[in-house]
């Protein structure tokens, strides 16, 4: 493994602080409902997650923001950053995506000096960015050296690992079962980062009926431990 | 330039407390019937009609709607939206819905049908301003095939791009594609065949309006599923998924009319069309 590689992972760590343990993007309303209870049906879920809503917003969202920094278009960086907030309409996942692309964002300048992390982090301010850890992550990534391909993939798992560590709280399940999880998962994520570089960028923001509806219940879910 | 199908423009104006058309063009396979004021509000209702029928291979459709100061109309259509087969092109539909300076705009189209093999897509775009307001709704049906199978469409595709101020502010996206997807499944339809989008925009939106809203059409059935969300603008989308139209315009109309009941102190027409 070389030193960069090694580095990107430091951020894709379900340890790593930036409070994706408090959301569950629409899974505690399935885990209310019982259609989500053991291994099996989290696995489910989580393949749809990823395949029909993940690949078409962070997933090519990574690859087009990792081509606009290849080419210095910063301007398609904010264009994507708007893009992912304004397609994400269950109100929870928005403003919780956002919430936690400002704490990766405030973690990872503590980390590295990158000027358009602060340049990022001033158009917040402004209000003329809300603020992504797909973005955030990307950019550490081509900062890194790191091939838009593993970017991806790493970003891929790192949103995976999260989910999983918070499916084994909820559910619950056993930490074997979790790590199993994530390993028959990894052809799942190989295949998504694969769908990723053939997406046609028109296909940005497709998601599917169900998995938003239940992002949007969510908001009126009696007991929940997570805030989407 | 691409050869329209059928096109369609409504210019509206206000004019001593009635909606009137300024202007309006049709050609090709979109018309436009007369206008019909359903009540004494002044506000104005439009059909539209595909006299061909239905959406065949590789048609395009263009549509504009532009309301002008304090403007109010409905806007509907006279049936289901139909795509027959399209064996070598998508038919494809685009609107542009300009709704500025306090104006107001239903726009109600009926639902849509893929027959088998079917592929189409649609794409809204909404200009709005902070004063003007919207509602709007979609439903699509699990098409049409002769066997009565379900889901025998090839794609079905609809984009809504909303603008407050030339700002993006909402970007909907929705795609089926039956043949790659388990649309019976979790994550998807969840098991029901129907799935009806309503948006509602204006500043009047609250959390308060937002509550009344789901006790309006909330209830704890398997007979259909309701989740609601405020947007990032003064404004809530609705989605529902059930196993009918009729249930999903039933739904619909609580909406329609809580707010018109509290925007205008009116109640909506019945729209008359069979």
Known sequence: MTKSLLSLFQLCDSNFPTGAFSHSYGMETYIQEDKIFDQYTFLQWLTVYVNEQLVYSDGLACRIVYEALKDGRQAQIWEMDRLLTVQNLPRESREGTKRIGEGMLKLVQSLYDIPLLATYTEKIRNKEAYGHPAIVFTIVGHHLGVSSESTILYYLYSVVSSLVQNAVRAIPLGQTAGQQVIQQFQDTLLDATEKIKTIDPDDFGIVSPGLELAQMQHERVGIRIFMS | ?274
């Not at chain 2, 423009?9 to 019937?33: C, H, N, P, S």
């Not at chain 2, 795509?83 to 300009?98: C, F, G, L, M, R």
């Not at chain 2, 529902?240 to 619909?252: C, G, H, P, R």
């Open chain 2, 1 to 274: 330039m691409v050869q329209m199908t059928g096109e369609l423009q409504l210019k509206l104006e206000e004019k001593k407390g009635r909606t009137i058309a300024k202007d309006a063009y049709f050609q090709g396979a979109l018309k436009v019937m007369r206008p019909i004021y359903l009540d004494d509000s002044g506000q104005v209702c439009y059909y539209i009609l595909n006299p061909g029928g239905g959406y065949l291979d590789g048609d395009r459709y263009k549509m504009q709607f532009a309301l002008e100061k304090q403007a109010r109309a409905t806007i509907t259509t006279q049936s289901s939206t139909k795509v027959y087969k399209t064996p070598n092109d998508h038919a494809y539909q685009e609107a542009e819905i300009i709704i500025k300076d306090g104006s107001y705009l239903e726009y109600l189209p009926d639902p849509l049908i893929a027959y088998r093999d079917a592929k189409y897509k649609q794409k809204n775009v909404f200009r709005m301003d902070r004063t003007s307001a919207l509602l709007y709704s979609d439903i699509i049906t699990p098409g049409w095939c002769p066997e009565g199978k379900h889901f025998s469409y090839e794609s079905v595709q609809l984009i809504n791009e909303m603008y407050m101020d030339e700002e993006l502010v909402v970007y909907d996206h929705l795609k089926l594609t039956p043949s790659k997807q388990e649309l019976h499944g979790l994550g998807y339809m969840e098991g029901y065949t129907h799935l009806g989008s309503m948006f509602i925009i204006g500043e009047k939106v609250d959390n308060s309006l937002i509550d009344r809203l789901y006790e309006a059409i909330y209830e704890n059935t398997d007979d259909y599923k309701v989740g609601l969300s405020k947007l990032p603008i003064p404004g809530v989308t609705i989605r529902i998924v059930a196993n009918s139209t009729q249930l999903l315009e039933q739904l619909f109309s609580k909406c329609h009319l809580l707010i018109t009941e509290e925007w205008f102190e009116t109640k909506p027409s019945f729209l008359r069309k069979y």
